[in-house]
């Protein structure tokens, strides 16, 4: 048996980075969510050969202050909690501090444009393989952030091989991604287009109003839209402390407080199809759900909507958009 020897810096990096950002599809989302929680209203994210040569995210959120400039792409710095105990109470998307940095480590080119409200240019960042900030220059561009990510996997040969061969594929799944968020994220214009060799083509975009019904007829048409029921269900778990009296053997009685927990609201909203035939879907490419406005897979819950279809269709499945809003200390965001 050989001997157990220590990895060196840069492989421990590559690897781990390789558990961060996957895909095409991954890396998306994670630019996805941090243009959202910079409290962006816009965000726009433009693809060159469906990925293969570059992914650039551009929102108008807050932009990234100055002193940030250095450690925004570094390994495990995050300006969304500061102390494991935050995740209990965390309510944005991404909190890790990872996902830039894997992007970095193993893109061929890695920069962030930025600028915030108050400044008069921004500051376009060009950033070193591990995340360490490279150089910067003064650069036009209104309030907010770009990312751009240049040949993604370049530094992984054989994953950047299988990459290409399958971008097809992996521009299908992170389109379908990024569906979820178009229709969850109320109050945000959000749209992907492609720029390839045929041209310039758009494959999503919403308006950005409030409405969630706004975002799927924009999202899926407005046809489909009609094959739904708009649905809200509302659920109090828990109880009110309370008096309780027992009575004793010698015919004594006695009173306990009972300290139970609070009575807290779950409540699930969205847009379900409608019974009948003609309005299912063969597949489940259109079943979303979410906690706290997060994008998740709930398979038992999926499970008990196409039960309950079946009692009415039973050669299709159900569309669903469907938001389960829960206390924040019910969820693990780290799951």
């Given amino acids: 048996m050989a001997s157990i020897g220590k990895l060196d810096t840069t492989s421990v990096h590559k690897i781990c980075a390789g558990q961060v950002v996957v895909d095409l599809a ?19 994210v433009k693809l060159k050969e469906f990925g293969e040569e570059s992914i650039e995210v551009s929102d108008n959120g807050t932009g990234i202050s100055k002193e940030n400039y250095g450690t925004v792409a570094m390994k495990h710095h995050t300006s969304k909690l500061s102390t494991f105990d935050d995740l209990l109470s965390v309510s944005s998307f991404g909190f890790r501090g990872e996902a830039l940095n894997a992007l970095c480590e193993l893109s061929g080119h890695f920069t962030i444009t930025t600028k915030q409200a108050h400044e008069q240019v921004g500051t376009a960042l060009c ?20 990312v751009l990510v240049e040949r993604l996997f370049e530094v992984l ?10 971008i097809k594929k992996q521009y299908a799944r992170m389109l379908r991604v990024v569906q979820g968020y178009a229709v969850i994220a109320t109050g945000v214009r959000l749209s992907v287009s492609n720029t390839s060799k045929s041209g ?31 649905v809200r269900v509302e659920y109090t778990e828990g109880r009110i402390d309370e008096n309780t009296t027992e009575e004793l053997g010698d015919g004594a009685v006695t009173h306990e407080r009972v300290e139970g927990p609070i009575n807290e609201q779950v409540t699930i ?33 999926t499970k008990v909507l196409n039960e309950v279809w079946r009692r009415y269709e039973m050669k299709q499945k159900p569309a669903c958009m469907l938001d389960v809003v829960v206390p924040n200390g019910w969820v693990d965001v780290n799951l």
């Fill in 26 to 44: 991954s890396s998306v989302k994670e630019l996805v969510e941090n243009a959202i929680d910079a409290g962006a209203t816009s965000v726009e």
């Fill in 127 to 146: 950033f070193k393989r591990d995340g360490s900030l490279d150089s910067t220059k003064l650069m036009a561009r209104a309030p907010g952030t770009t």
């Fill in 157 to 166: 040969p054989v994953r950047r091989g299988e990459f290409k061969r399958s």
């Fill in 200 to 230: 310039r083509s758009n494959a999503l975009s919403t308006q950005g109003t409030g409405k969630l019904s706004d975002n799927i007829s924009s999202v899926f048409g407005s046809k489909f839209l009609s094959t739904l029921t708009e």
């Fill in 269 to 301: 909203s969205g847009f379900v199809s409608k019974c009948g035939l003609g309005v299912g879907r063969s597949d489940s490419d259109r079943q979303f759900w979410y906690i706290n406005g997060r994008p998740v897979d709930l398979p038992r819950f």
